[in-house]
């Protein structure tokens, strides 16, 4: 069923989490959640999931080359990695002490930023 009103997905991850890779070639490791497509549930990870793009010389960027970027990787392969304790844990949304959902880490019951 669709959502009437809040069309946008919940996600458990956000920009700014520290995020393990769970799957792929960049398997066990971590980094910083640059961005989120919810849209198409793609996350972009600082430093994982490398690609190549060839990029043409134009008027505005005379050097043409090589460049190295970040791809896009699927968010269910991504976890979130607890600040406190430095391993990845799965998230759930419970009430804070303000009556807000908030995010928390299911392995420690604290509240995630």
């Known amino acids: 069923m669709e959502r009437k009103y ?6 458990h991850i956000r ?12 398997k066990t490791k971590t980094g910083k959640v ?10 972009i990870v600082e430093g ?23 791809g896009t990787i699927h968010i269910s392969n991504l ?14 949304r419970k009430l804070n002490e303000k009556g807000k959902l908030q995010r928390y880490s299911k392995k420690t019951g604290e509240f995630i930023k």
Do not use: F
């Open 6 to 11: 809040n069309k946008q997905q919940k996600l």
């Open 15 to 26: 920009k700014g989490d520290t995020v393990v890779v769970l799957a792929g070639n960049d």
């Open 34 to 43: 640059l961005e989120v497509i919810s849209d198409k549930n793609r996350a």
């Open 48 to 70: 994982i999931n490398m690609v190549t793009k060839h990029q043409k010389p134009s008027a505005g960027k005379p050097e043409g080359g090589i460049k190295k970027m970040e």
């Open 79 to 92: 976890m979130v990695v607890e600040p406190s304790t430095s391993k990845p844990t799965r998230t759930g």
